[in-house]
Antibody, heavy 125, light 108 residues
């Protein structure tokens, strides 16, 4: 079965960088995109970006451009999300999620049926 | 960017009630609309994709409808386990995607 297992909680200082891992199993690693979504305490879901492990292509939300980098390691089927220049507002639970595509006529609808368990990152001095 | 607006932001209902949550897109997204349920301390769970297709293992009391800019998530015969927060998500502008702000469903 498809599983996404994320790394453990982290505490960071303002200005530092963080790197979270997301280990995938149960499917062909390069066949699906991985998205990163975060959720600040008491807030909604915020999409950060995605990676296509087949092409290496990445897309990031404008808000995070220049601060976020998503990479992957094919040998270990692990994805990484790095966020730099951390500030207190980056305190959140970070999720990875794998996509699937529903095809109907000319429509190709992307959706997220599989999620990691989440990683809490706390940024505090 | 495509903005997604959910309404209401919160609502209270009783077990057995039928509730409707709406999601409006700032431009047409045809049927590129998904719904998720999230309970406290858990990852989101996909309920419906492509506006109206029920995800595997999701109870049939959940249903989705709409196209273009206006969408609805309906839950008929609320069960205790349905009290949670619900999010819509558009993937029309993929690779860029956006979520609605969420609707919290509480027990009355």
């Amino acid at each position: 079965q498809v599983q996404l297992v994320q790394s453990g909680a982290e505490v960071k200082k303002p200005g530092a960088s963080m790197r979270i891992s997301c280990k995938a199993s149960g499917y062909v690693f390069t066949s699906y995109h991985i998205h990163w979504v975060r959720q600040a305490p008491g807030q909604g879901l915020e999409w950060m970006g995605k990676i296509n492990p087949h092409t290496g292509g990445t897309t990031y939300a404008q808000k995070f451009q220049g601060r976020v980098t998503v990479t992957w390691d094919t040998a270990t089927a692990t994805f990484y999300m790095e966020l730099s220049s951390l500030r207190s507002e980056d305190t959140a639970v970070y999720y990875c999620a794998r996509d699937s595509i529903a095809v109907s006529g000319s429509l190709r609808v992307e959706y997220l049926p599989y999620w990691g368990q989440g990683t809490l990152v706390s940024v505090s001095s | 960017d495509i903005q997604m607006t959910q309404s209401p932001s919160s609502l209270s209902a009783s077990v057995g009630d039928r509730v409707t949550i709406t999601c409006r897109a700032s431009q047409s997204i045809t049927s590129y609309l998904n719904w998720y349920q999230q309970k406290a301390g858990e990852a989101p769970r996909l309920l419906i994709y492509a506006a109206s297709t029920l995800q595997t293992d999701i109870p049939s009391r959940f249903s989705g409808s709409g196209s273009g800019t206006d969408f609805s998530l309906n839950i008929s015969g609320l069960q205790p386990e349905d009290f949670a927060t619900y999010y819509c998500q558009q993937t029309f502008s993929s690779p860029l995607v956006t979520f609605g702000q969420g609707t919290r469903l509480d027990i009355k």
